[in-house]
């Protein structure tokens, strides 16, 4: 398997080329090269403005199959509570979890859960201890998936820490479905698959029938690429505002940051030094769009193997930083 080691010695030796020779292959021919050996990848397509550029499915079911995004599901989630905010259906980020969707409580939640606010949940800032990494299985294995993240320890003053958490986005996601009286599926569909031609099938639901938020959807990799437009577009797809444009802009303003890659966390968004937005997925399936260059990316990976920020994502990070890059 190449390492990040090797992926960086490979793609420096091939901008190392002389002029005439790189001039010969191109941009589109130096990302090709730099993906070939990157096993774990399925596929990866750019768009640059109106045009797709590079589309390529060296393995795995191909660009029109359903691919499991993983994680790349908060970033969709957080596109909905922008949506929500818009209609009046929540009257702001500030607005609480006691006041948006009381009915999720439980009898014995943890003191102060019901003053977080969307806006905590939606940048992975809720205090509560997580529900991911090692936590994750005992989570999905309890008999209410809301009830067992809302009794957990406060670690952390809410807004202040981020602290990943798929039950945050999974408790967001809940509060939207009691808020707009429409299950997450039917958000989903009703305001961005609808719009964008997109398909978006059901997913995992919880014990009382939640979609999962912040984990399994499943989308086609051209699909991935739409919803990367859009966000590249300030929320517009083909013509249609789909998101509003400040949601779009707000998201893109870092309120917290990971401790693991670094980077900086918006709206349920990483933000990138070199200026991505980027949804990010177990596995290395990621969403990103880059405005001030004009790209949208959809790159989807083997969904079971890992892909930590100094193994295979820090490569999908030095591809895009690199060679995608170059295509801008």
């Not at 702001?92 to 009915?103: D, Q």
């Not at 014995?108 to 977080?116: C, E, H, V």
Request: aromatic content about 6%; proline content about 6%; overall charge neutral.
């Amino acid at each position: 398997m190449t390492t990040r080691r090797t992926f960086l010695a490979s793609t420096a030796a091939a901008f190392a080329m002389p002029a005439v020779l790189r001039a010969q292959s191109g941009p589109e021919a130096d990302l090709d090269a730099a993906i070939a050996d990157l096993t774990q990848l399925h596929s990866l397509q750019v768009r640059r403005g109106d045009t797709v550029i590079f589309a390529k499915a060296p393995r795995g079911p191909g660009l029109d199959r359903l691919a499991n995004i993983k994680s790349c599901s908060k970033s969709i989630v957080a596109l909905l509570l922008g949506t929500a905010i818009a209609r009046g259906e929540i009257a702001s980020v500030g607005a609480t979890l006691a006041e948006v969707a009381p009915g999720i409580l439980p009898a014995d939640a943890t003191p102060g859960a019901g003053d977080i606010t969307m806006e905590d949940l939606v940048t992975l800032r809720a205090g509560l201890e997580r529900t991911s990494g090692p936590n994750y299985g005992a989570w999905v294995g309890s008999r209410n998936w809301l009830a067992d993240a809302l009794s957990r320890p406060m670690v952390a003053e809410p807004g202040q820490r981020m602290l990943y958490s798929t039950g945050s986005t999974h408790i967001l996601g809940a509060a939207l479905a009691e808020a707009t009286g429409q299950s997450l599926l039917a958000l989903a569909r009703d305001r961005l698959g609808g719009p964008m031609g997109i398909e978006i099938p059901p997913w995992t639901r919880d014990p009382q029938g939640y979609y999962l938020g912040g984990n399994e959807m499943a989308l086609r990799p051209t699909a991935m690429l739409a919803l990367a437009t859009m966000v590249r577009n300030g929320g517009s797809y083909e013509g249609t505002q789909v998101v509003p444009q400040d949601w779009i802009e707000a998201s893109a303003r870092p309120r917290g940051r990971s401790p693991w890659s670094g980077m900086g966390y918006g709206y349920g968004w990483f933000l990138t030094r070199s200026g991505y937005m980027l949804g990010r997925g177990y596995g290395g399936q990621i969403i990103a769009a880059h405005a001030d260059r004009g790209l949208a990316v959809a790159i989807t990976s083997d969904p079971g193997l890992p892909a930590r920020s100094e193994g295979y994502f820090g490569t999908l990070m030095d591809l895009l930083d690199g060679p995608v890059m170059a295509l801008a």
